[in-house]
């Protein structure tokens, strides 16, 4: 089956840093799309970046210039760099792919999520 696994999180000051990782399998990577998104505690999960099967990114306005999101199909993996974090980047970061299983690919596209992993910007 698709899993995803989510790797990188931890505490870290206002104005840190922080690497995520995701590692895929069981999907046809280099055709997925690949998405991060986060939810803080009280609020919905939200879009944080995203990049297609060409490497194209796109990023919401909270994080661009200070997240960078990209991918290796050799390796199957994301990995979304965050730079300058803010307490209000805190929140649980879910990895999202959408794309076909390698075991069903007559099912098509869906969407599968990660387990998630914390991340707490606080001093």
């Known amino acids: 089956q698709v899993q995803l696994v989510e790797s990188g999180g931890g505490l870290v000051q206002p104005g840190g840093s922080l690497r995520l990782s995701c590692a895929a399998s069981?999907?046809?990577?280099?055709?997925?799309?690949m998405a991060w998104y986060r939810q803080a505690p009280g609020h919905r999960r939200e879009f944080v970046a995203g990049?297609?099967?060409?490497?194209?990114?796109t990023y919401a306005d909270s994080v661009k210039g200070r997240f960078t999101l990209s991918r290796d199909d050799a390796k199957n993996t994301v990995s979304l760099e965050m730079i300058s974090l803010q307490p209000e980047d805190t929140g649980v970061y879910y990895c999202?792919?959408?794309?076909?299983?390698?075991?069903?690919?007559?099912?098509?596209?869906?969407?599968?999520w990660g387990q998630g992993t914390q991340v707490t910007v606080s001093s």
């Open positions: 999202k792919a959408r794309g076909v299983p390698t075991t069903l690919p007559e099912i098509g596209f869906g969407d599968y």
């Open positions: 069981g999907i046809l990577f280099s055709s997925a799309f």
């Open positions: 990049v297609d099967p060409g490497g194209s990114g």
